[in-house]
Structure formats: structure tokens, C-alpha cells
Nanobody, 124 residues
Framework: VQLQASGGGLVQAGGSLRLSCAAS????????MAWFRQAPGKEREFVAG????????AYDDSVKGRFTISRDNAKNTVDLQMNSLKPEDTAVYYC??????????????????WGQGTQVTVSS
């Protein structure tokens, strides 16, 4: 199982970034996928999740209306479009996989597979 996240970088407040996670080594279309983030000195937190159908999504309140999660089951990718970025969005962002689709869970213990993370830095 491999999850390769990319697309992070440095952006000014109000700007946009698009993260992408390329998956391999498992049946991507059967998995729930999610993005988490971890800021320095803080616990890892749920950002967004998407069920295998690509239509059912969930977001943390802090990003709702600004971030959009999507997936392409043909390409085995899950993306996170981040708009109107704020300095408090600065963190390492991780994509994660839950093998069984019984809903979107917000606790990281429910995800057994993680990518290496990509740094997002938002300057004020």
C-alpha cells in the first residue's frame, strides 16, 4: 500500500493550493479516503473525508466552505482543493485510507494507512 501526497507549498493568506494523493497497492475504489493535518505542537486532526462513491463527503467545521475533497477512482487519486487559505491552515497534510466503507470517521485511529505528508505554509 502506498499513498503519495503532493502539492504542498508556501502561499499567502487568501490564496489557494491543491493537494493530490496518488494511491497504489490496494483497491482504491473500495476505500474511504481522508485528509488529516498536523500543526507543530498539536495533535493530528481530521480535515475532510470522502466515501468510495465520491458523492458523500465530510469536512471539519474549520474548513467547510473553503476546502473541497474529490476523488478519481479511475486514476486512484484523491485531491483536496484549498481556497481562502488562512495562517491557521499551516500544517503537514496527510492522506489516509480506511479499507472498509462504513462511513467517514473523523478519528485517525480508524485509518490504517497513511501517506508521508506534504507541508502547507500560509503566510499572513
Amino acid at each position: 500500500v502506498q499513498l503519495q501526497a503532493s502539492g504542498g507549498g508556501l502561499v499567502q493568506a487568501g490564496g489557494s493550493l491543491r493537494l493530490s494523493c496518488a494511491a497504489s497497492g490496494f483497491t482504491f475504489s473500495m476505500s474511504v479516503m481522508a485528509w488529516f493535518r498536523q500543526a507543530p505542537g498539536k495533535e493530528r486532526e481530521f480535515v475532510a473525508g470522502i466515501r468510495r462513491d465520491g458523492r458523500s463527503t465530510a469536512y471539519d467545521d474549520s474548513v467547510k466552505g473553503r476546502f473541497t475533497i474529490s476523488r478519481d477512482n479511475a486514476k486512484n487519486t484523491v485531491d483536496l482543493q484549498m481556497n481562502s487559505l488562512k495562517p491557521e491552515d499551516t500544517a503537514v497534510y496527510y492522506c489516509a485510507r480506511r479499507p472498509t466503507d462504513r462511513g467517514i470517521y473523523r478519528e485517525d485511529v480508524n485509518y490504517g494507512y497513511w501517506g508521508q505528508g506534504t507541508q502547507v505554509t500560509v503566510s499572513s
